[in-house]
């Protein structure tokens, strides 16, 4: 078997029945094993989920759907947040890593952002997906705020990222 490569990905930008379901799934599964989170944050995916879909309009938000053999294996999308763009739903499946996908996305990211009209962007993410963070400081984020929080079920320090567009 070969191994997977970028171009063998799909990345699409509507959305499909299905999709929100199996994303709340990937992030409990992933973020429990990977980072031991509790229940508590895939009932965050989901309630920020629903609040992202009542708000959907793809002019001015978007997401990208990885899909490789008609399956699920990343996510990333761009809420509307007035004049800022927040980054939410960052999820690679593991076997996927390593490939290119998660800068091929942040590239995506960054041309609809700055396409679309947005003064800054935004996201939320934690202490420890430190890959992540290197990728979003690579395209211009900063990290400007830390606090303790015990949100998902264990301690740990909350991270968020601004990026201003100039």
């Not at 078997?1 to 970028?6: C, H, Q, V």
């Not at 091929?104 to 800054?120: I, R």
């Amino acid at each position: 078997m070969r191994p997977i490569a970028l171009h063998d990905i799909q990345i699409r930008t509507e959305l499909q029945p299905g999709d929100f379901g199996y994303l709340i799934y990937l992030h409990g599964k992933l973020y429990s094993a990977e980072y031991q989170f509790g229940i508590v944050f895939e009932s965050y995916v989901a309630e920020s989920l629903l609040e992202f879909c009542q708000n959907y309009i793809p002019e001015t938000n978007r997401v990208w759907v990885c899909e490789h053999d008609q399956k699920m294996i990343g996510f990333m999308a761009l809420m509307n947040r007035g004049t800022a763009a927040q980054l939410r739903y960052f999820i690679i499946d593991p076997a996927y890593r390593g490939i290119g996908l998660g800068k091929k996305l942040m590239e995506l990211f960054m041309d609809f952002l700055k396409t679309s009209g947005y003064k800054s962007a935004y996201l939320l993410t934690t202490h420890e997906l430190k890959a992540a963070a290197s990728l979003y400081t690579r395209h211009g984020f900063k990290l400007t705020e830390e606090k303790s929080s015990t949100a998902f079920g264990k301690p740990l320090i909350e991270h968020r990222y601004e990026l201003v567009i100039h």
